[in-house]
Structures are given as C-alpha cells and as structure tokens.
C-alpha cells in the first residue's frame, strides 16, 4: 500500500497481466508455460567463405529472470537453423518477398508442435516425474527491428506494433495497436484481389495495406498469438543502437567532432568503464557495451557548449533509458517514464532547429523525425503494464547463445557441412552436462559414494601446517572471506561478494570475535564500503599528510569528527561541511594514521533493493609531478534514510565524499572528505 492505494510492481513476465489474462483462456488446473523465441542471423565463418547461419533459439518466460540472465545456465537451446536460400528472380523486392515467404514457412513448420500444444494442450513432467496438462503460448519474440517488421507481416517505414507509418513516427503518442485481427482481415482483402501465388500482382494489393507480401503469417494459426504483444522491447536495438545511430549523431553536429572528441579524451579513467582516449567519433565496431559507456558520459559532456533546450532533449532520452532498464518497476516509475519521453517530445525541435539531425555523410539537415525506434518508444510502457519488465526480453543473452550454440560448435567442425556437426556437437555437449548435473547431484544425496571417497584420500594429501594451508584465525573469519557471496543478481556471470551481509556479521558478532578496526560497513542499509587489509600506507604523521595533500584543516577536521562521534555515538553518520569548531592546534589521540588509495563501494539495485550488484574500486592517487593535485574519484552518498535516489534529487542534507583517505581511529575506519 502507498498512501492508502494499491501500488502495481512489475517483475516478470509470469506475474504480469499478459499470464493472467492467458490462464483464464486455460482449462481448470492447466500449467501456463510461456514461450520465448528468438531469430537473428549470425557469421560463423569471417575470412574462410563468409557463411552465415539463421538460427531459431527457444526459452521459457517461466524461468526466473535472474537465472535466465546468467550466461551458464543454458536457458537458450537451438531449435532449427533456417535455410537462407539464393533466389533467382529478377527484381530484388521480389527477392526480398521470397525470403519472407520462406522465413514464414519454416516457423510454420517448426513451430507446429507448440502450436498444437497451445491449442489442445500436452502432457509434460515435471521435475518430481508428476505429469501436468501443459499450454505452450507464444510469450515473447526476440528479435531487432527488420525482423520485427518481417514477423509482423508489414513493409519497410511501417511500425510492426501500431498502426502508425512513417510520416507518424515522431508523434508525441502511440497510435492504435497493431491487431491479429487487423492484419488478418487486410491480408484477407488483398487475396480477394490477387492471387497470393502470383507474387507481384499480390505484393502490390499487400502494400495499399503497408504488408510486406507475405500472405500466410506462422501466428495466424498459433492460439492467442499477436504480434503487437509477442514483439517485446529489445533494449539492444531499441535504446542503445538508438542511441549510437542517433542521438550520438546529434551530439557530435551539435558540440562538433573534434571538441567532443578532446572533451572525451581528458576524461579520468574510471575503474570499469572504458576511457575513450581517442574520442568516439572514428570508433569501428561499436558494440552494446561501449554504447553504454558512452551513455553514461553524455549529458555531462554536452552540457557546456550546447543549448539548454538540447541539452533538455537529450538528458530526456537518456532518463527514460535508465527508467525502463530497471528490474523492478512500479505504476510511479511508469508516469515518470512517460513523462521523460514526453519532455523529449516538448523539446525535439531544438534538435530540428540545430540542424543536428542529419544523414550518414551528409551536410544538409533533415526535418523529419521519421526514425523507426522512436516511435517503438511509445510501446515500452504498454508492455510492461502487459509483459512485465521489458529487461527480461533483453538479446544479450541470445547474443551470446549464438556463440555457444552456433559458433563453438561450427569451430569444432571441419568447415564443410556445419548443420549437422553442430547438431550432434550440442546433442553430445548437452549429455556430458546431463551426466555432470545427476552426478552432481548423486554426491550431495550420498556423501559417501566412491568418488567422494577419492576426493577426499586425495585432499588427505596436503599438509595442514604447510604454507599452502589457508591460513584461518577463527569461525567468524572463515565465513566472511570466503562464502558470503550472492549469485542471485541477474545479469551477472559470477557470484558476487555480498558486503551487506558481512557488514552486518561484523555488527552483530562480538567485538572479541571480529578483526577490530572494522574493514567493512554500510551506510544506510544501500551502500556498503570495504577497505583492503593493508592499507596503501601503514603510517604517516597528521602533519605531514596535511601537507602533502593540500590538506590545512585536516588536523581541525578529525577533531570535530571525535567530538561528534562522542556525543553522539559510533552508529551515527555526520554530515560533512559543517562549520569547524576545533583549532589548527587541537590534539588528537593519535599521531598518525593510515592512508588508502582505493577502497571499494557496493550497492543495491535500483528498482530492487534486495539485489546486490557488483562492487566498484574507487581510486585516489597522491599529488606527484604530473598532476599538481593528484587524481581521485568522487562518489555521492545518500545518508537520510527518508530520502530515495534519484526522486528526492540532490535537496536538503545530502554529502559529497571524496574517496580519498581513510582514517582509522578510536571508533574504527571512516570513509571522510579531506
């Protein structure tokens, strides 16, 4: 509840409207198993014939997001490779009809057994043997935009999910949705008219309806199946190529090659993000992951030499990227969704205005916004209100199915005939995993079995007082270092330390138990800090760090910070900025202290916070010869428990730490300004 209303969360697909809506089609007590499938054509071969193959991928939307993110879980298997024929007609449109044509055959084909299952149902096991009356609806299509529009039925400049062409695709609202229904009873028309076996006569009675020719679509027969619902957002080619093949465009004409270059290039390097030192106008083969990265930067970068209303635009744009990337969203995160895309809408024409929309190696500006992806931006929304969140449609995953289920396999062939040693490379590889899982499985049931009993006459073998022994002082230390790791967080190959729970370990234990001063904490229960064991320097007197650091109030500063630590207690985050009370003079209970120049910082994710994401290292070097006042990395820190970031914005107390020392004192380590 919030304030007194119901509020609508978004996680899955499973738990969305689109489930409920399919369940009550289903008889009483039939098992609703979602269908996720994903086409793309993939090179597996790049300098020996240039072969290419087009791969048919199937998931399940049952499976939880988290575990059909992680890349070893095989939630992706190869169900067909299509053929990709070489036709001989004339005219290239033609050519092009003949491939879709093809392409709808084949899923019509493959698919049949779903459909038949989705229609009559099928009896299925599950994983305690029991058999369940089984629905197989067509849940998702993974898959860019040209093929979106080939799935959909429709032509070239014609949106597959609305029925908007392409002089509506820069309107500020959706227009009406894209039915089964609709395309069926136009292509219903166009047969009345023309033969669909006559090609060109039907192609040409197909397109007064924007249809690409194709006159028997695989889901007109698949029960519950509309391309307006099926064709998820895909974030790869939805957001980010967006990005790179427009807003980049637009920031590059606006700011100019060679200043957004320079800007770029003396950017700090940041510890897990690429640093462009040369620019990003003369990049090759920019992938999804320098895309991000570039996005990140941006709106900083531009935010000089650009006007407001520009500015406005773009920083618009890139708000509505991170709102619709969450894992969890809610009906607030909608509005506010729909509002960042309307404010880029409220302010697009400055980008007209600027003459910064223009064609690749083109000098003359264009005044249109007849940009495809744009107006797909308006069916995110319904689709989470429909699908759940659209990140769980993401083609990261299918991007690297295709290396395991297509390009390892075709490398272990002979580079002649790949269908078939790819097919029995995966049958094979998928019995070796099958073998591992119940043996695996065999050991944790029977902890005695023989090859338990090898491991451990093997593992008898090393000497427990030799130097390659562990080394572990007590229980309490065991358990932090080595197994508080969380594999729960989606989108992540390997298991991440999970600094929460040992913080709150370390808060709970008895002070005889933990390693004192304390290596790790948290700060308001979203952000978690560790410090490494040894810390850069071991010791250094006050005065002399003040100096070297440019640092004159520093003896002042940890001497209100003692105050206030005593008066009001070692579970109390201050505040830093306040006025300085004690002199330059004050004595302190220590001479010296010990200096990090890096220290580590985790957080939740943002639309849900009980998912850890990994940790990031923030660095500091001291003052040398080349950089007068050193280099560092700058976080900024929530400490108000009321407040939630990025709603509350930077108002009332909200502090600015400079990772750049930490001191340890009476109380233990403290992340400071200095």
């Known amino acids: 509840m919030m304030h007194g ?35 793309d054509k993939t090179d597996i071969s790049m300098l020996s014939g240039g072969r ?12 939880k997001m988290s575990t059909r993110f992680k890349l070893s879980s095989h939630s992706f298997m190869l169900t067909a490779l299509l053929p990709i024929p070489n036709f001989i007609h004339p005219s290239r449109r033609m050519r092009g009809v003949l491939e879709d044509q093809l ?52 032509g070239g400049k014609t949106s597959p999910l609305t029925m908007a062409m392409f002089k509506q695709f820069g309107d500020p609202f959706r227009h009406k ?18 033969d669909p076996a006559d090609i060109k006569a039907f192609f040409h009675e197909a397109q007064r309806f924007r249809l690409n020719g194709v006159h028997e679509p695989f889901w007109r027969n698949y029960l519950l199946a509309c391309p307006s619902s099926f064709l998820t957002p895909e974030f790869l080619h939805y957001l980010h190529r967006k990005f790179w093949d427009h807003d980049a465009k637009w920031c590059i004409n606006v700011v100019g090659a060679a200043e957004i270059d320079f800007c770029f290039s003396i950017l700090q390097p940041i510890v897990g993000f690429q640093h462009f030192k040369g620019g990003i106008t003369k990049l090759k083969q920019v992938t999804g992951h320098v895309h991000r990265d570039i996005q990140r930067y941006i709106v900083g970068i531009i935010s000089g030499p650009s006007p407001a209303g520009f500015v406005t635009a773009i920083h618009a744009l890139m708000d509505f990227r991170y709102r619709v990337q969450a894992h969890r969203i809610d009906d607030g995160d909608t509005a506010i969704i729909n509002d960042a895309l309307s404010e880029f809408h409220a302010n697009k024409d400055v980008i007209l205005q600027l003459g910064a929309r223009r064609g690749e190696g083109q000098k003359n500006p264009i005044n249109n916004w007849q940009i495809p992806k744009l107006e797909l931006m308006q069916s995110i929304v319904p689709s989470i209100w429909q699908s759940g969140v659209p990140m769980q449609w993401t083609a990261d995953v299918t991007e690297h199915a295709h290396i395991t289920e297509i390009k390892v396999p075709a490398g272990s062939s002979n580079n002649n005939n790949y269908e078939p040693q790819i097919c029995q490379y995966l ?6 995993r099958s073998f591992e899982f119940i043996t695996s499985l065999l050991r944790q049931h029977n902890p005695r079995s023989p090859s338990s009993d090898i491991d451990s006459e093997l593992s008898s073998d090393t000497d427990p007082d030799s130097d390659s022994a562990p080394a572990v002082e007590n229980e309490f230390e065991l358990r932090v270092t080595g197994t508080d790791r969380t594999p729960l967080s989606p989108g992540y190959a390997r298991p991440i330390m999970n600094y929460f729970t040992i913080a709150a370990q370390l808060c709970t234990k008895n002070a005889d138990m933990i390693p004192l001063p304390l290596h790790t904490f948290s700060v308001n229960n979203n952000t978690a800090i560790h410090l490494g064991y040894d810390p850069s320097i071991r010791r250094m007197i006050i005065d002399d760090a003040a100096e070297k650091y440019g640092l004159p109030d520093l003896r002042p500063a940890l001497a209100d910070f003692l105050n206030r630590e005593k008066a009001c207690g070692p579970d109390t985050v201050h505040p830093i900025g306040r006025k300085q009370r004690a002199s330059s003079v004050s004595s302190l209970p220590f001479d010296e202290i010990q200096v990090w120049f890096k220290v580590r910082v985790q957080n939740t994710e943002f639309g849900d916070p009980s998912v850890v994401v990994p940790a990031q290292t923030l660095f500091s ?33 909200c502090t600015i730490y400079t990772i750049h020392n930490s001191l340890p004192c009476l109380t233990g380590h403290h992340v400071c300004q200095l």
């Not at 409207?17 to 039939?30: D, M, R, T």
């Not at 894209?178 to 292509?187: G, H, I, N, S």
């Not at 001291?622 to 929530?638: C, K, L, M, R, V």
């Open 5 to 39: 209303k119901c509020r609508h969360i978004f996680i899955t697909c499973t738990l969305e409207s689109w489930s409920y809506n399919k369940q009550s089609h289903l008889p009483h007590g039939a098992t609703l198993i979602g269908t996720i499938l994903s086409l």
């Open 52 to 63: 290419v193959t087009h791969p048919l991928l199937i998931g399940l939307a049952n499976i």
């Open 103 to 154: 392409v709808h055959q084949c899923l019509n084909i493959v698919l049949s057994p779903l459909k038949q299952a989705a229609r009559l149902g099928a009896m299925i096991p599950d994983f305690n043997g029991d058999m369940r009356y089984c629905f197989t609806p067509l849940a998702s299509y993974i898959c860019d935009t040209p093929e979106a529009a080939m799935l959909a039925a429709v």
């Open 177 to 194: 949705p894209r039915t089964r229904e609709t395309t069926l009873a136009q292509l219903s028309v166009a047969k009345s008219k023309a």
């Open 427 to 432: 049958d094979r590889a998928e019995k070796c």
């Open 621 to 653: 070097s001291p003052p040398d010869e080349s950089w007068s006042f050193g280099q560092y990395d700058t976080a900024i820190f929530n400490v108000d428990s009321e407040s939630r970031w990025p709603e509350s914005g930077l108002k009332g107390l």
